[in-house]
């Protein structure tokens, strides 16, 4: 048995003062005087950290906002002063998609390396667009589940990424394969970040988790050479995007990579070629836009035996790109899973997606939809105390300081926040009965569609949806 | 008294003589209404009414709010605050009391309580948990002119989407102090007693470490007030709830904390807990700070450290092992009924109709979005499905099976109202399972931090002595005795809207419910 994956991780705080949700409100000036004050008898010894918080304050820039948001002081005041809001600034934080919630999480995962834990049953709206419309399968009894996380078995998240031959080829007493194929273990890819995005201290932060995590980060060629960091050590866990506007890779590092992702073009097909001819051990990826005709496209180029992995990415919040009516990842993954079975070649190439994978759930969800593995760029610089506030400019200053994060710091929290997923995923694999994610792929009979539970359960009851 | 007691002069018969010995006497809590205010100085409320320094204490508002909203206390020349949680808000300005408008010095503003925007969510909203606190305090439903949606939440599905297709006039033929809401448990027909339950609920398995001691008796003790059930959920059974032994369903699940044979045998019902709707698949969980002296001590663990029970039962991969497993708690108890709690994934039917096989009296279906004391929050929204589409689906497998009037099928997981229950029942539920409105009816504000530290602020959810101090156990039991009469009151109305004079006649009627998201003009 392989030894099992672990990975090691280390609480890393935050720099800057956390964004809370709730923020109580003190009208002071009617204040009795009472000395019997429930500040002091905060569960959570807030008041007092506030203080301290305030007392050690160099400049004005954020309010202390840790408040739980359990009404206890409200309703204990004598005099009935104080009022728990929301606070304005954990409102503005995100977008549509990448909603508060969200970022709050992805922080805490990142800080912590934990599970989010809480107490008290689902909150949230009963069912929503995009992956909020399915739900993980699991079963008792007739189909036991696994008790991978805190119990025996051992729950397996790696998985392949290259062709997989169709047949077994013998030659002579050993068996081997004419191409190549690489594991990870996690189906999971970091992406490099957008034009936007890309700063020069978060390259080797990522690919130092990479690194850490035992995945695989991709990077920009113009990035070479790498100044802070070991070539020797870091290469295996680069996969180098290749495009017109970068530069070529020296043949030293094409050597020492295992994957590199090139982008789409009519002469991909040759370009694919060349590089194989050059680098036989190298797996390629091809970058696919999920616009109009990425579907057709990618269903296109997977079926040719030339291509090993077709990498889909729909835009950051996970919409077709480009269209009026956007289809949703999840259901562009399964229109191009469903394709390639169809065509009798879905175990023969790889897919990865990308665009909207914002939670470890989705990355669960992707995978049941059909992807192979996901690929994810923003949580990782929300890990780092980004708020997507979209000022990413130059001259605009950035709220997490990104552009001059500390190297330890970042490669810690996006380690961590790895940790973090790589533990829901065991979660959902267990209670789902799965002991390989390899096997998850495109198992839609572990999950439970809204639109189909509606159709079979209400639809017979009180005719169609509106 | 349960009807399971005139069984009980054979109790020497099939009990230990060691059960018997150690057996207390049971005690008996009255069914009382009566109020139970708040235990907080200032109640939340939907609206605030505002008295400014203007005001020249006349008295007018007092002499005609009939609310009590305004209060002076004895010789006091100063009013007290106002007592703004009783105030109906701008539904009042139509009436001839409406304080503001008749205020000589227009001293007196009503606004709408900014605060109603953060308390709550989408499926507990401030207007439900504002509601169930006046209906734990007052014992009955709260007046239309108070303006609580106390019906559904906001959730945007399921129970929410669900209404009644009320008749125009109700049935003139049925006087509601006829309706029967009490339900059958036992419907296999075997030697085993005959137990009935006045109201078609009970209340949920919540350990001693996820609640506090405080919290479980009072639930045990107003359990006991209406004859029907409380669940010592998988904690161990506390030496204080013995005296309601006859009230008390005992739970099973995989970790086997403090479950003995002598706490087997005590009970006239015992559970076996596969999952839980709100971590199917994830066993249980117990946060290490909740893990003190006497938690550790009933569950016989170390102290401190977190607790999981694990999963799956590793003795059970097959309807023939779950069988073994229930074989196992009858020959064990001789009086018991079985129930089997199970989550609810795609093959939720099969498992019901396998359950009965087993020999279980009692399914209970716990739906994806049920409590708890601490989830990952990954399991808590990604995991199985919502109850209300498994209610529909197991009634109809069991009536296709042709054993749907032998097997007791019951519901939870995010039952929050009484229309939930009685439109869980429309679906095809016998009963329903409730717990988190248990909790809000004791003063919980739904902040989801059950788990954290020392556990609930509220002195609820908590294992902490000075926290659960917060509350005692006869203000607990009066809150929930009362929560369960006005829930009572609202289900019998529902009956008697539709003419029907027993609880048991409500259960399948889909042709009863409308959802607001279909044309509904589907073949029933």
């Known amino acids: ?466 | 008294m349960a009807s399971f007691s005139a069984k009980e002069s054979n109790l020497a018969a099939i009990l230990p003589a060691k059960t018997l010995e150690t057996r207390v006497p049971q005690v008996q809590v009255e069914r009382k209404i009566a109020t139970a205010p708040s235990r907080y100085r200032n109640e939340i409320s939907k609206y605030i009414l505002r008295r400014s320094h203007d005001c020249i204490h006349c008295g007018k508002c007092a002499e005609i709010c009939p609310y009590g909203v305004h209060v002076r206390k004895g010789s006091y020349k100063l009013f007290c605050e106002p007592k703004s949680h009783l105030c109906i808000g701008p539904a009042c300005e139509k009436t001839s009391h409406y304080c503001v408008a008749a205020c000589p010095q227009k001293a007196l503003q009503i606004v709408e309580n900014p605060m109603m925007e953060i308390l709550g969510d989408y499926r507990w909203t401030a207007d439900l948990i504002l509601a169930t606190w006046r209906m734990a305090e007052t014992g009955h439903v709260p007046p239309a002119e108070c303006g609580f949606e106390h019906r559904v939440g906001n959730s945007g599905g399921g129970f929410d989407k669900l209404r009644f297709k009320f008749p125009e006039k109700p049935s003139s033929t049925v006087s509601k102090d006829e309706i029967d809401t009490s339900i059958e448990l036992n419907r296999r027909g075997d030697d085993r007693p005959q137990i009935r339950i006045d109201v078609p609920w009970y209340g949920g398995g919540m350990s001693f470490g996820s609640v506090s001691n405080v919290t479980q008796l009072s639930k045990a003790r107003a359990c006991t007030a209406w004859n029907t059930f409380t669940c010592t959920g998988e904690g161990g059974y506390m030496e204080r709830m013995r005296p309601y032994d006859d009230h008390v369903i005992t739970q099973v699940a995989t970790g086997l904390f403090g479950v003995r044979e002598e706490t087997i045998q005590r009970v006239p019902i015992v559970e076996f807990k596969y999952a839980q709707g709100a971590k199917p698949g994830l066993g249980g969980h117990l946060l290490g700070d909740k893990n003190t002296p006497a938690v550790a001590k009933m569950r016989e663990a170390v102290l401190g450290i977190s607790l999981f029970s694990p999963f799956p039962f590793h003795s059970v991969y097959s309807i023939e092992d779950h069988m073994k497993h229930l074989d196992w708690i009858k020959h064990i108890n001789r009086r018991a009924l079985v129930s089997t709690k199970v989550s609810t994934p795609n093959d939720v039917d099969m498992v019901a109709v396998g359950s009965y096989a087993a020999g279980s009296h009692i399914l209970h279906i716990d739906g994806g979005y049920g409590g708890t004391g601490a989830a990952p929050d990954i399991a808590k929204k990604n995991i199985a499905m919502p109850i209300e589409y498994a209610i529909s689906r197991v009634h109809k497998f069991l009536q296709a099976e042709g054993v749907r009037d032998k097997l007791t099928l019951i519901a939870s997981g995010g039952i929050r109202t009484a229309h939930d229950i009685a439109k869980s029942i429309a679906l095809g539920a016998d009963g329903v399972v409730i717990g988190t409105s248990e909790m809000v009816a004791l003063g919980c504000v739904r902040c989801n931090r059950c788990e954290s530290g020392r556990g609930c602020p509220r002195g609820i959810a908590t294992t902490d002595a000075e926290l659960a101090a917060k509350m005692n156990i006869e203000w607990g039991t009066q809150r929930l005795i009362n929560l369960y009469n006005a829930w009572r009151e609202e289900l019998v109305d529902i009956l008697w809207r539709f003419g029907m004079r027993s609880v048991a006649e409500l259960r399948g009627r889909t042709d009863l419910l409308m959802h607001l998201d279909y044309t509904n003009d589907g073949e029933q």
């Open chain 1, 1 to 466: 048995m392989p030894e099992k994956y672990h990975i090691e991780t280390k609480a890393v705080p935050p720099r800057r003062p956390r964004i809370g949700k709730f923020g109580v409100l003190d009208w002071r000036e009617d204040c009795a005087r009472c000395h019997n004050c429930v500040k002091k008898a905060c569960v959570w010894d807030r008041y007092r950290q506030e203080a301290e918080y305030v007392r050690t304050l160099n400049a004005v820039d954020t309010l202390f906002f840790e408040c739980m948001g359990c009404f206890s002081c409200v309703q204990n005041c004598t005099k009935g002063l104080l009022r728990l809001s929301v606070n304005p600034a954990w409102e503005k934080l995100g977008n549509s998609y990448w909603k508060p919630a969200i970022i709050q999480t992805t922080w805490a995962q990142a800080e912590t390396a934990k599970i989010p834990v809480s107490g008290a049953g689902y909150r949230g709206p009963f069912t929503g667009p995009g992956f909020d419309s399915m739900w993980t399968d699991m079963s008792e009894i007739v189909r036991p589940t696994r008790d991978g996380i805190h119990g025996r078995e051992y729950i397996s998240t790696a998985v392949d990424i290259g062709r997989k031959p169709a047949y077994l080829n013998f030659q002579g007493e050993s068996f081997r394969t004419d191409v190549p194929c690489l594991s990870i273990q996690m189906p999971l890819i970091l992406n490099v970040q957008s034009a936007q995005h890309t700063l020069p201290k978060l390259g080797p932060a990522t690919r130092e988790t990479a690194r850490r995590t035992d995945l695989i980060a991709m990077a920009r060629p113009s990035e070479l050479p790498f100044l802070t960091e070991d070539p020797q050590k870091i290469l295996p866990y680069v996969a180098f995007c290749l495009s017109p506007e970068e530069p070529v890779v020296p043949p030293d590092a094409m050597r020492q990579t295992r994957l590199v992702e090139t982008y789409d073009g009519p002469d991909v097909v040759s370009r694919i070629q060349r590089l194989k001819d050059k680098y036989p051990h190298i797996v390629v990826s091809i970058r696919v836009p999920l616009d109009a005709t990425g579907i057709h496209r990618a269903v296109d180029l997977a079926c040719r035996e030339e291509i090993e992995v077709v990498h889909v990415l729909a835009d950051a919040n996970g919409n077709q790109i480009g269209v009026d009516k956007p289809l949703f990842l999840t259901d562009m993954i399964r229109k191009i899973h469903t394709t390639l079975i169809e065509k009798g070649v879905r175990d023969e190439v790889t897919l990865i997606a990308g665009g909207g994978i914002a939670l470890a759930e989705h990355m669960a969800k992707a995978i049941i939809c059909g992807a192979d593995l996901v690929s994810i760029d923003l949580p990782l610089m929300i890990g780092l105390e980004c708020h997507l506030c979209d000022r990413c400019e130059p001259g605009r200053s950035c709220p997490a300081k990104l552009e001059d994060v500390p190297f330890d710091y970042a490669a810690g929290r996006m380690t961590n926040l790895i940790g973090a997923w790589h533990d829901q995923l065991i979660e959902v694999m267990g209670a789902m009965g799965m002991r390989e994610a390899r096997r998850l792929r495109g198992d839609v009979g572990r999950a439970i569609f809204f639109e189909d539970l509606e159709e079979e359960t209400f639809g017979k009851l009180f005719g169609k949806r509106k």
